[in-house]
């Protein structure tokens, strides 16, 4: 079975696994206080040009989307997304069992556009009962997109300055964060914290077992949020398992060369399925690719190589997403190129 | 200043506010357990046709539904409404702050149908990510809508049998039910009890001061229901006033008269604006009246009419709702067709 | 039957109910911002002495704890209150279901003693786990208290004292406020207004139908209140129901004087029983009577006479509740008088 | 630094982590749905004797205490705990901010006894006012106890009992069961798995990095766990690195191995502690060592070894807690010794 149906179905990168190995007969702190979640925290801190940030380590991205949202908003507040957010659609619901209401706006190829935004925002005050509806507070956007999609520089500060004139934290789900630093040309870590309040660097699908480091570059809005995350059952008794993790992985730039491998190998199969006349549904230069495949060749190939249907395209095709990782092989590349 | 902005600017009915008066110095049992909470069950159940339907009282719309979809709903379920739906819109994400998810579905004039009912729920079970999605639990819709339509036995039966192909109860909001039971020919409230799980009783936009009956006639759905409604601080002590308003609006027909006295006075409004050349932006057969009105017109007449301004139509013109009620005067109708 | 078990078996004081009537006809304004809601926050701004507070209006105590409660926590944050706290035993969990833990303490009559509270907290701050704990983060106190006890000034300021210093408000239900306001030489609403950041006006036990006026005198605790009282579905339709009757409730001492007048009520029972050589389990001045009786004397006039059994004794006896209010009669006193 | 404050300073038992190296190149199934969760889960049923039990694999203890608590309970209920238990104290609140209360019993040497728990139900359903108050709905215990102590079988079924005839279901928290399970002619894991409706086994605190083996025997109380787990953010991506690990655990009886040898350590410690002359708090046969010590000895030796200050004892002793674990080794016990 070829597999390319997420960024997930791969072990640890192999430094990832020997820093865990190389570390597992020392005593260390608990609850994320240990030496390496505090090494790691250096080396984030530094990697985002950002001294006074404030690192927090949780395990996965729908826990850590939850806690940072319900922390921020108040009871009254909901969180703008798009309506393709991770957040709106495939976390079960756990910004709502949380209170909180996921205000939906029309995205573009998974990204919220500035100017739909701003609409949004003027008609919420205009509207004479805004007062009986749930207040915007905090805008969520996910870099790179589900669609696999980035926004460029200009983009991002747009929505961060509509943000700033409605008061409105901007916050940025990075779950799969490496695979945008590892495109060519694209924004840099320490761009990706100047242009919002408060992000997550993902961990789980870029290489490690497990983790996701936040990063508060607003400090305001972290006000006891060691408890927050504990509160959420998100605080590990051995929090090594995150620091060494992180650690690795922001050791001899580690994170962005997984991104940027992985990003390769997705080029290697896109220009592949191109060259054999396939239609791509959205121009993703991340490790996602969404790809038009006539439903006789799913059925023909679906018990030889894995992938995820993400919707229909018409009656007689699928928009299907193949993804690839650290672990992906080029000789599994050639062999999905060569069945579909 | 005409006041046509709502229903609920009115006191009560007087021969509620008489049955508030007469009894005022009987010494009562507490918390609904009174003999005028129990004698307007008895009334509403018969006029209803359900011996074994179960009765409660609550004091106000958004309170009723945050109840009743609360505690029918498990952690994992979210409730499927139209977009236009006042628990989407106008209930400050009570609905979310009680933890459950509002799933909007595109709705036509206010209400659903239930061909989209069917596709969305067969979307749902077929997105191979549904574990990871909020579940329906549970259908709402109102009648009248918030834009006053009503749905005829058809529709309602259509989406009844969606309901019971997916196992989903139907919860019918009636804030306004008083309205549609006005209209001729309109469903009976034993047709609405048939068609629907449980739903409820509008008394605060319908001639009461405050108060509105819930009815279960799916008693399996309301498991400790008193005590979920004391949980959310819905529980009068005095639980008199709710039994004494219910206990009148149920004599001699007095709920379904303040219904068609105010639709009439409506059709009245309605027929002489369509007489002065306005268009209606919906058909709305019950006491709401969405009419086209022009910017500058708005501007000349705010100051002397009230009413609400529902949405932009087009640039010169405005979506302007009016109301009528128990205490819409018919002078006042005529003054304000002199100033539109 | 005698009806001694609440002081909410009553309809509403008759100058309230007078109030009601007179103003039915009139238009209003809706969702408590009509002109005698602004007229009832001026006179009870004015009563307070703090004409800079934020008067809202609400309907029940369970509710207006629940949203005070809920709006001034934080997530991670929890309320303190003594263990006979109405919020921890007689609210059906509505604090929790909202997300926040009843920090309780030992109480000594009903009342939270300032030495307790300051032990508890220098040891939460002491506890080496207590970010893995519940940060108190707002003190509850009711006065009356559940035992219809008071706190005299002294009392209240130290409690007062040890909030300052550990920064926390300090909120007051007053859901019988005026059986304080009533009692000789006691605390005036000025007096309360000034020892605590928030606290409610009762009206439901205090001769009103229904509503709780709630008096900010710490304004920054009350952002987009409004809206939270709307979520919590608290916000009345038609407000003015509660505006005229706390307009009427602040006019000519009404609300004193129902306090005094059940007092003395109270104190013509207490002095009966007093002299028929009755104990008490409490000695409470305001119209709450907790008096110790033989369970055969329960069997043998339970029929006759209702009441509260509060709780065991001894083997042979229990703690019954007797409560007056604005409706009281003298007749009713002596005949409970001769039965017990 | 000698380390005795936790069972979670070390890293992962050998066997454990050889078998994360050992899989890590394998392409598995996501969330929790590879073929070592099956196995694992296998392997747990086995150990258990219960075919039929349904096993979810969660992250932390927190973690998984709120879900099981909160998707048994109903709005209205809330979970029965011993007032030292882990949910009470030492979760940040996390069941309440789910909704529920904890309702706090006296526990006796950590452990709730069945009497206490019998008194407590009868009079919640005698008392007048229990529609009221918060419904017990569920019974927490914890085995190992937080103070380390064990019930006996008959204690366990006394408390089973009682549950059952008051329809409550029973759920322990293993999070420290292999240290139960390793105490001699303890109960075994299936002698567990009979004794309640669901237990978990604790991976974080015996020798896995983390993770928690969730056990329904009673499985109509896992309707849609799975997206409850999903929802409070606790389904792993990766789920491999909880099924490979807790595989590892259940093979070749690593985990009760593992609870055997730390019993076996704590014992070493205790007995030298009491041939020094040092008194304990409490009897523990698990891996928790209470002990009181004098407060000049704790400054003394505070920077040389690392322990829980447990509780004030008298003004000149504070109990103290000893952890032992799979990693602690037999030369730090025996200068612990020395130093104590």
């Known amino acids: 079975m070829l597999v390319f149906d997420s960024d997930y179905t791969d072990g640890a990168h192999p430094l990832v696994l020997k820093a865990l190995v190389d570390s597992n007969k020392e005593i260390l702190g608990t609850y994320t206080l240990d030496k390496y979640c505090k090494e790691a925290s250096k080396k984030i801190k530094k990697a985002c040009n950002k001294k006074n940030a404030k690192i927090y380590f949780t395990v996965g991205g729908t826990q850590t989307n939850s806690i940072v949202i319900g922390s921020i908003l108040k009871s009254y507040q909901g969180v703008i997304s798009v309506n393709t957010g991770h957040i709106n659609l495939h976390e079960a619901g756990a910004i709502e069992h949380d209170g909180h209401k996921v205000l939906a706006l029309e995205g573009k190829d998974g990204k919220l556009e500035a100017n739909v935004l701003k609409t949004y925002l003027e008609g919420f005050y ?7 509806m749930v207040f915007p507070g905090l805008v969520y956007i996910s870099y790179p997109t589900e669609y696999g999609t980035l926004y460029s520089k200009e983009e991002l500060s747009a929505i961060k300055q ?4 409605y008061h409105l934290p901007l916050f940025i789900d990075g779950a799969r964060l490496a695979y945008a630093l590892g495109v060519e040309n694209s924004l840099s870590l320490a761009d990706i914290a100047n242009s919002c309040d408060v992000f997550y660097i993902g961990g789980t699908k ?3 077992l497990c983790g996701e480091a936040i ?3 607003n400090t305001k809005l972290c006000d006891h949020f060691f408890t927050c995350i504990k509160q959420k059952g998100a605080l590990l008794a051995k929090g090594r398992l995150l620091g060494v993790q992180f650690n690795a992985l922001f050791t001899d730039n580690l994170y962005i060369n997984i991104g940027k491998q992985s990003v390769l190998k997705a080029k290697l199969l896109k220009d592949g399925l191109k060259a054999k006349g396939y239609k791509f549904f959205i121009d993703s230069p991340t490790n996602l690719i969404f790809v038009i495949v006539k439903n006789t060749k799913i059925e023909e190939i679906k018990d030889k190589i894995s992938f995820s249907v993400w919707q229909e395209y018409d ?6 997403r193949l993804a690839t990782s650290h672990g992906t092989r080029v000789d599994a590349i050639d062999a999905a190129l060569k069945l579909l």
């Open 215 to 217: 990063v508060f570059t």
């Open 162 to 165: 509509v943000c700033n004139e």
């Open 315 to 320: 009656s007689e095709h699928k928009v299907i």
């Open 206 to 208: 870029c290489g490690a």
């Open 126 to 132: 205009q509207d004479e009962s805004f007062e009986h």
